[in-house]
């Protein structure tokens, strides 16, 4: 038996709800094993930015079976697949592959204390970065326990945490800068590195204000430390070169996963070379049996080779459909006057039941109606619509206007009995 019924808490259903068994997907598509069709906008959490089955990667996936699954030795495909990240990706000098997005994560952390020789990581209140002891501090942790807006403490993710994994760590509100400017008068000395999720996606969907963006890079340069975007979200899904291309700010390390291999655990670390030489040159360790798996770059390189080579009708059809689905959800809750507020940039779209203009950090996420957007959620499953949980929402290429169309009609009939 599986332990709770799942493979990760993210799948865990909301209580009273029947989970999903998935018997196939395709396209915007998954199939459960009754039969029930869904309009998928889950998309594997993230990865499947190309829809389910994308038949080059299938192929090429196909292909590569048969020729080797894991050879823990240097090939072709590994090489093309950097080139093609490294082309793409604007902090991407050097590249290294590893499979999941927790384990890229804390080997950029790594790097950034190996290449300053400081040992202490400031990230953001309500900014996922794995699910690892590590990283796991103050994602969604409960406001009474989790001190000041401006100057939140650090708060375990789970039960089981080695605690001492969190005494490095500096927890900084998302777009406040003042916040952010005095943990620097204080500790910039001591920070190695300052990571974001550079569109905030675990916590709602939030971008910085540019000015904070601004602020906070050049306020850790200043310091000394180094700037790491965690990708694994954003990459290949604001455009080929991620947050950074579209935010148009290019930090030192970043990391990538989901969306760069078709469905395929691949994760990479990349950054600018004088960073990554620590690599390079044997003083920072790096590894792991799975890295540059063949399979996995084989994925990795139909994806970004089939992203780049269509970026000009992808990434417009990926917006254009953003736009209409947002559009569409917000015309609905305002015809049938409900408090649901539509945010996200690009294909992520981000529903909140709150009275509130806009959601700018985690404190406000944290006063969102939690049981509003469940029973949306379920309500939607029920209708054959498949969102994120938390109220996220991410377009394919595959899916079509008529895709987006058909879910506003359900969503409407949802709100109208609301
Ligand atoms: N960083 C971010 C921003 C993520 O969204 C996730 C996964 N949702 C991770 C890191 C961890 O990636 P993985 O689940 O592949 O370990």
């Not at 190309?50 to 590569?64: F, I, M, W």
């Amino acid at each position: 038996m599986l332990a709770g019924g799942v493979s990760s808490d993210a799948r865990r259903p909301t209580p009273g709800q029947t989970p999903v068994y998935v018997d196939h997907a395709a396209g915007a598509y998954l199939w459960d094993v009754d039969g029930q069709q869904y309009v998928d906008y889950v998309l594997g959490q993230g990865p499947m930015v190309l829809g389910h089955c994308p038949p080059e990667v299938v192929d090429a996936v196909a292909a590569q079976a048969g020729r080797g699954m894991a050879y823990s030795a240097q090939h072709e495909l590994e090489v093309i697949a950097a080139e093609l990240v490294t082309s793409l990706v604007p902090c991407a000098e050097l590249v290294r592959f590893n499979t999941v997005g927790s384990e890229a994560v804390l080997g950029a952390w790594r790097i950034a204390r190996g290449a300053t020789g400081r040992q202490r990581i400031l990230k953001f209140e309500g900014h996922y970065h794995g699910w690892l002891d590590a990283a796991l501090w103050s994602l969604h942790p409960a406001v009474d326990a989790a001190g000041p807006a401006a100057r939140p403490v650090p708060v375990p993710g789970t039960g089981g945490q080695q605690l001492s994994s969190g005494t490095d760590l500096l927890i900084a509100p998302w777009n406040d800068l003042e916040a952010f400017r005095a943990l620097i008068d204080q500790h910039g000395q001591e920070i190695a590195a300052v990571v974001m999720e550079p569109v905030l996606c675990n916590t709602g969907c939030i971008e910085p204000d540019p000015a904070f963006l601004e602020g906070v890079m050049s306020l850790a340069r200043q310091a000394g430390a180094l700037v790491i975007f965690d990708e694994v979200i954003t990459g290949l899904r604001l455009g080929t070169g991620g947050a950074q291309e579209y935010l148009g700010v290019v930090p030192d390390l970043a990391v990538l996963g989901k969306a760069m291999a078709g469905g395929l655990p691949v994760s990479a670390i990349v950054g600018r070379a004088e960073v990554m030489d620590s690599v390079t040159l044997g003083a920072v360790g790096h590894a792991g049996t799975f890295n540059s798996n063949p399979i996995g770059m084989a994925a990795a390189v139909a994806t970004l080779e089939t992203l780049a080579g269509r970026r000009d009708e992808v990434y417009p059809k990926l917006f254009g459909l953003g736009s209409r689905l947002r559009d569409g959800l917000r015309a609905i809750a305002a015809e049938r006057s409900v408090q649901l507020l539509v945010d996200g940039p690009g294909p992520m779209v981000q529903t909140y039941f709150t009275d509130l203009p806009v959601v700018r950090d985690y404190r406000d996420f944290a006063a969102v109606d939690k049981v509003a957007a469940a029973r949306l959620h379920t309500a939607l499953l029920q209708a054959g619509v498949n969102i994120v949980p938390r109220g996220l929402w991410f377009l394919s290429a595959s899916h079509t206007e008529a895709d987006v169309d058909r879910t506003l009609e359900i969503v409407d009939g949802i709100l109208a009995n609301w």
